[in-house]
Structures are given as structure tokens and as C-alpha cells.
């Protein structure tokens, strides 16, 4: 009976540090910008709870992830890549991981590679999203289309024009689709989400075919863009599309109305 009582105690105790390092580590995360350089402490004592409690677990991955963006902020890519490497690889060893969890790492790996000006490696972690979406994900879903996105990202740093324009293509192919159901809530993905991707991927093309000199196409999408039924959209859902020109360059931005 004793050695059962402090088998009971030793569960308590360790539950109620693992809790204090997960507070330390949701902590650091929550410093404001002018005390961010302390946040690093705070992450290091929380990863150190964690190595010894759970050497490979979920929340050990999570802390190697929140130290990537400590160290992102502060612009020492070498160290980010470091944690985000770590932080990688147990994701991946972890039996029942959400596959959320693994595409969350798998973009930080990816953006610290293009940090650092590796884009080869950039392109082929975002490229792991890619399989992973199509694996798990019906095959129009929104998510894929935001995942072919971005690594068009990865294919514009390579000055890949020709597949910069196939990733946005086909991310336009499962867009257009729901914009033609006017982006009905389908599939648990916001439809002002849908939006913001539309819109984004049309700027996406129109950039592209300008850098292939396509003008025809540049006229198209930028047509596409101008249309009135997707102002009506907007309006229904109470956003607004507006034009910012710095530097003699017009972007678009997408917000709610005030």
C-alpha cells in the first residue's frame, strides 16, 4: 500500500510540473515585443521539463516549435532551423500525430530554409504538405489550394516560372470551383478564408504571367479580379477589397469593413 501512495504522489507531482512547464512555454509566447528577449528563458526552462517527463512526446515538439519562432523574431535563422529540425523529427516519430501538427512544422522548416536563402530545401518541405493534403483531404479541398500556394513561394525563390505558374493553376482550378458556389461553408474552411485566398491567388497569377510577359493572361485574371459578382460576394460577407499604392506599386488588400 505505501508503494502504491508514492507511486500515486509521483503521477501528481510530475502532472503538476509537466502543467507548469507547458505554462512557462504558453508564457514566453505571450510576451510582448519589447520583453521578447526574456522569452527564451522561459522556453528553455519549459523544453528542459519536458525532456526529462517526455523525451518524445507531442508537447516536447511543440516547445522546440515556439522556440523556432523566439528565434525567427530575433533573426538567428541557424538556431531556428536547429530547433525546427528537432522539432521535425519527433513530429514524424509520433504514432497517432495530428497530421495538422506535422504540416505546421513541416512550413516552419521550410520558411527557416528560405531565411537562409536554401530554397531548393524550402520547396521540399512544402512539397511534404503537398502529399500529406492529398492522403488526408478530399481532392478540392481549400487547404489544398492554399498548400500549392504557398509552394509556388518556394518555386518563385528558385526563379521556377514555369512551376510557380502550375502550383498557382492548379490552386486556382479547386478555388474557382467554390467561387462558382459563391463559397458556400463547405469542409470546415472559412469561407472568409476562401476568399482571402482568392484573392490572393489572383494577384499570385496576374504577378506571374507579368513575370512570363503573358499579358493576355495578366488581362484575364485581372478581369477576374474586377468582377462585380465578386464585390457582391464581398459585400454579403461584409468585406472590402482595397487598392494601396506604395512606391508605384498597386497591392490589393482584403479586410472586413469598419
Request: net charge neutral; charged share 30%.
Amino acid at each position: 500500500l505505501e508503494d502504491e501512495i508514492k507511486e500515486d504522489i509521483k503521477e501528481i507531482l510530475t502532472n503538476q510540473i509537466f502543467n507548469i512547464a507547458i505554462a512557462y512555454d504558453n508564457y514566453a509566447k505571450k510576451l510582448p515585443d519589447d520583453k521578447n528577449k526574456n522569452a527564451i528563458n522561459y522556453h528553455m526552462t519549459a523544453l528542459k521539463i519536458f525532456r526529462e517527463i517526455q523525451p518524445k512526446g507531442n508537447h516536447l515538439a511543440i516547445c522546440y516549435d515556439n522556440i523556432v519562432d523566439y528565434y525567427i523574431s530575433v533573426e538567428e535563422y541557424k538556431l531556428a532551423l536547429k530547433y525546427a529540425i528537432k522539432a521535425n523529427t519527433i513530429f514524424y516519430s509520433i504514432p497517432d500525430v495530428n497530421f495538422e501538427d506535422i504540416k505546421i512544422s513541416n512550413h516552419k522548416v521550410g520558411k527557416t530554409y528560405a531565411f537562409l536563402g536554401e530554397y531548393e530545401k524550402q520547396k521540399e518541405y512544402y512539397k511534404k504538405n503537398i502529399v500529406i493534403d492529398l492522403e488526408n483531404l478530399p481532392p478540392n479541398h481549400p487547404e489544398i489550394a492554399h498548400d500549392y500556394t504557398i509552394l509556388s513561394f518556394a518555386y518563385g525563390n528558385l526563379g521556377d516560372i514555369e512551376n510557380k505558374i502550375k502550383c498557382l493553376q492548379k490552386a486556382y482550378k479547386i478555388l474557382e470551383k467554390l467561387y462558382m458556389k459563391n463559397f458556400r461553408n463547405n469542409l470546415s474552411y472559412p469561407r472568409e478564408s476562401c476568399l482571402f485566398e482568392w484573392i490572393n491567388l489572383l494577384q499570385g497569377l496576374i504577378i506571374a504571367y507579368g513575370e512570363k510577359e503573358d499579358y493576355e493572361k495578366v488581362d484575364l485574371f485581372v478581369r477576374k479580379l474586377e468582377e462585380k459578382r465578386l464585390y457582391r460576394i464581398l459585400s454579403r460577407y461584409h468585406l472590402e477589397l482595397k487598392k494601396i499604392e506604395n512606391d508605384s506599386e498597386i497591392q490589393l488588400i482584403l479586410s472586413q469593413k469598419s
